[in-house]
Structures are given as structure tokens and as C-alpha cells.
């Protein structure tokens, strides 16, 4: 049971990226997946989330409207697409999965499966 999150790499502020977490062992449908990230000295947060059934999405207030969620269920992955980048979005990014959880699906505690970071940064 595994998460490979890729896609991550330099670009300039007011560009875009798209990062990618593919499941591989478990199929990602009727999971809990979510992005979160984690700056330099900074605490993780939760980026943006969607529930099992995709009835729910849990957008940061830092990202909505630059930053979108779906699933390739083809790929057995979801995306996250991030459009007009800014340099405070530079960040380590990981998703994480988890089939069932109590929690609110923008905490980090909720996911029992984790895929390794993938490095943002935004700098010109």
C-alpha cells in the first residue's frame, strides 16, 4: 500500500503545476484524499481534501480559486492542479489517504497512508 505524489518543481510566481498522488496496492476510489503541505518552520496544513464519496471538498481559504482537487480514477490517482502560484505557496506537498476516519477530512490525524513530499517552489 503506497502513495507517490510527483510533480513539483520551481516556477514563478503567477504560474501553474499540477501534482499527481498515485495509489499503488489499494484503489484510491472510496478513499479520503487529501493535500496537504508544510513550509519551513511552519506547521502542516490541510491544502485542499476530498471525502470518500466526493460529496465533500475541503478547499483552504489560502487557495481557493488558484487550487483544484479531482481524481483519475484511470490513473487510480488524484490531482491537484495549482494555478496563479504565489511565493508563500513554496512548500513541501504530500498527499495522504485513509478509508474511513471520525475526523474532519482537512486534518492530518484523519489519514493513515502517506505518500513522500514533493517540492513547490515559487520564486522568480
Known amino acids: 500500500v503506497q502513495l507517490q505524489a510527483s510533480g513539483g518543481g520551481l516556477v514563478q510566481p503567477g504560474g501553474s503545476l499540477r501534482l499527481s498522488c498515485a495509489a499503488s496496492?489499494?484503489?484510491?476510489?472510496?478513499?479520503?484524499v487529501g493535500w496537504f503541505r508544510q513550509a519551513p518552520g511552519k506547521e502542516r496544513e490541510g491544502v485542499s481534501c476530498i471525502n470518500h464519496n466526493d460529496a465533500d471538498i475541503y478547499t483552504a481559504d489560502s487557495v481557493k480559486g488558484r487550487f483544484t482537487i479531482s481524481r483519475d480514477k484511470a490513473k487510480n490517482a488524484t490531482t491537484l492542479q495549482m494555478n496563479s502560484l504565489k511565493p508563500e505557496d513554496t512548500a513541501v506537498y504530500c498527499c495522504a489517504a485513509t478509508e474511513y476516519s471520525d475526523y474532519a477530512i482537512e486534518l492530518s490525524f484523519a489519514y493513515d497512508v502517506w505518500g513522500q513530499g514533493t517540492l513547490v517552489t515559487v520564486s522568480s
Open positions: 496496492g489499494f484503489r484510491l476510489e472510496g478513499h479520503h
